[in-house]
């Protein structure tokens, strides 16, 4: 006995991430925005789930867009993906970096008045032309040039000369909100902005924003948490095909009295007398401690909720309706999975289903779901017409 224990794997909880999943959701959001390619946004390790794997799943279906926050995020993917693979940088880059971001062969999307000189000085130097993002701010104060900046560089004969300006983008503050005015101020904004850049085309909508219309779409749309199943739109059934679930280990389970305290602060007493589990996930595996009290786990679908806090490793869990002996040591409870998708995860812990994916910790055995490899015939037919 003692040996089949030292065999099997340890028992921690199961991060499953379906590859296959998220290559089903590139090819249904470019159904809807054909014919505007889709670019895969992959920053913050592709929302948690792992750059290098998701990205080269999409590759595979003829994805060549690919969007990260940080230069170091470009430098971990660009040795994984074909050389004609586009990666672009959506926070530019700080003064310094721009020698290795050129060498890289990797594409800046420039934010700011001085990032654009900076880039362009490297330009001169080496003699030619650099390829170049620019992004303009339309309506949410974060990155990129305003109207009148956007104006001043595209007036700027030299130096607008030394920028391949491959795209011009904008990036909406609402986009999950169908019937918010934002988005419309946001469209004009950005349509002013593209009037001045009349060789440069437009990349506009977010995952929400390509629900949003024709419109928002623009020549290319990026896309983030639809990808990873997250709902682009709120309010209304999510259209995305789930990609994550997390079980994890029931690791003690005991009956308590009518007045038994529970977890940190003594914050949850039993009313009545109780079966409960601790199982093996807290807020270091970046299960939110504002889940207490409001989240549950299931065991198929029976809802088991987290009782008092959650703490750094373990939660609690409620299990007194379930038939006694049902759950036991390792007994695996879901926590994200068929009956607790993302977005109800987020909205008990009060945010965002991003939040979830991207602090998902680093504790849990990770199991990837492989990605389909299409037969190249029909590889290359997609690549043609996502190229167009
Ligand atoms: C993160 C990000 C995206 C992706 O947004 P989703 O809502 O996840 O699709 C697109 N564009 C910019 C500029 C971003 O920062």
Redesign the pocket.
Known sequence: MFEMNMRTEPVSGRLVIDLAAIQTNYRFLCSIAAPAPVAA?V?ADAYGLGAVAVSKALCAIGCQDF?VAHLNEAVAIVPHLPSAARVYV?NGLMPGEEGQCADLGVIPVLNGVEQVENWARLARSQGGMLPAVLQVDSGMSRLGLSLAEASAIAHNKPLRDMLDLKWL?S?LAC?DERDSEQNLHQLATFRDACALFPETPGCFA???GIFLGADFRGAMV?????LYGGAPTSGGPNPMTPVVSLTVPVVQTRRVSTGAKVGYGGAFQADRPMVLATIAAGYADGLPRSLGDFGAAWLGAIRLPIVGRVSMDTMTIDISHLDPGTVGLGTQVELIGHNSPIDAVAEAAGTIS?EILTRLGRRFRRVLIEAVSPPPSANSQSEEELRL
């Open positions: 946004v920053k969007f959506l983008i990036h986009a977010n995952s929400g990026r896309s983030g948490i639809a991003y």
